[in-house]
């Protein structure tokens, strides 16, 4: 006998109830913090995880650190499990890879003891007089502008606006303001060659 959910490929009578399981040992953990339930989602989806995050690149200590923290995750957040809208296991596949990028942005982020510290050094004069010559030649440029491209380039680079902000705040159709924009960076790259 197999059970089909829409879009799923089939069940096998065997997996349908392997299924039922692990949302009984769930329910058991968001309702009693039945810890003989968690030993069993541990045991089964753990190693797997761990492999799972392995396998998506993940060095082995960083593996193992998000899949303790998926664990955890399970335990403390096991209420928010919906059978109807997804399967346990993933429900804890999901969990892993949000917690795979959240560990991977934080480890991009430096530390404050990995910031330098001080006055940077001085660049020597040669590259201070090249510095200031393209500031100068982009400066020229932007001026040479159409005043309509121009003021998008402003307002993008220099107002830190995304597209759509600038569309909101000027009324411009978006596909306007990216096409201004983009003349005026082909522009502007044409002119600084």
């Known amino acids: 006998?197999?059970?089909?959910?829409?879009?799923?490929?089939?069940?096998?009578?065997?997996?349908?109830?392997?299924r039922m399981a692990w949302v009984i040992q769930v329910s058991a953990v968001r309702d009693d913090k039945d810890k003989a339930a968690f030993a069993e989602l541990f045991g089964y989806?753990?190693?797997?995880?761990?492999?799972?995050?392995?396998?998506?690149?993940?060095?082995?200590?960083?593996?193992?650190?998000?899949?303790q923290e998926v664990m955890a995750t399970l335990w403390n957040k096991a209420h928010m499990f919906d059978p109807a809208k997804a399967s346990v296991s993933t429900w804890i596949f999901t969990i892993a890879r949000n917690r795979k990028i959240d560990l991977l942005r934080k480890q991009k982020r430096p530390e404050p003891e990995d910031l330098p510290w001080g006055p940077e050094p001085e660049p020597?004069?040669?590259?201070?007089?090249?510095l200031q010559q393209e500031t100068e030649q982009l400066g020229q440029a932007l001026a040479a502008l159409p005043e309509e491209q121009r003021k998008l380039i402003e307002k993008a680079y220099y107002g830190e606006l995304s597209h759509s902000e600038i569309a909101a705040e000027t009324g411009l159709p978006l596909g306007t303001i990216k096409s201004r924009i983009r003349l005026a960076l082909e522009r502007l790259r044409h002119t600084m060659k």
């Open 1 to 18: 006998m197999t059970f089909r959910k829409s879009g799923a490929k089939k069940l096998t009578a065997e997996q349908a109830t392997k």
């Open 45 to 67: 989806f753990a190693p797997r995880v761990k492999s799972f995050l392995m396998k998506s690149g993940a060095s082995p200590d960083l593996a193992e650190e998000c899949t």
């Open 124 to 130: 020597d004069q040669a590259d201070a007089m090249g």
